[in-house]
């Protein structure tokens, strides 16, 4: 469960956990369908020196995500959450050990989100995930 860490600006970051944790909820759940609710239309994913599209993710590395996230456990750290009026960027590690799919895992994972609320409801807009092993 994340924490979130004070920053210099902004309000709501309540709000912005949520959503944060409710994504990666969701992926620990193997609920695709909640993981995507919370995706913007026009998200856009970057890992591994590539770029996808919500669609592009949800058809191809979404699944994949989800086995690993259910499979191994990570350990994340804090948050920091930046707020500025309707849009937040937010910036997470998370330490990864065990085995997926019979290999050893063993490594960092850096994060940064974008989120935007509207109506009240915070969306991510992008997702950028980088790791290194140990």
């Not at 919500?54 to 699944?63: F, K, N, Q, T, V």
């Not at 994949?64 to 009026?85: H, Q, S, Y």
């Not at 992008?126 to 092993?133: D, L, Q, T, Y």
Request: charged share 20%; glycine share 12%; hydrophobic share 40%.
């Amino acid at each position: 469960m994340y924490q979130a860490v004070p920053a210099a600006q902004g309000g709501d970051r309540a709000g912005v956990t949520a959503a944060v944790e409710a994504f990666y909820g969701a992926m620990k759940k193997g609920d695709a369908a909640a993981v995507m609710k919370l995706v913007a239309a026009d998200c856009v994913f970057l890992e591994g020196g590539k770029q996808e599209t919500r669609a592009e993710y949800e058809a191809g590395h979404l699944p994949a995500d989800i086995e690993f996230e259910r499979a191994v456990n990570g350990k994340r750290g804090p948050l920091t959450i930046t707020i500025n009026g309707d849009t937040a960027w937010v910036v997470g590690m998370a330490d990864y050990q065990g085995t997926f799919e019979g290999k050893p895992v063993n490594f960092e994972s850096a994060q940064l989100m974008v989120l935007t609320r509207t109506g009240g409801q915070w969306m991510i807009r992008s997702v950028h995930w980088s790791s290194r092993r140990r």
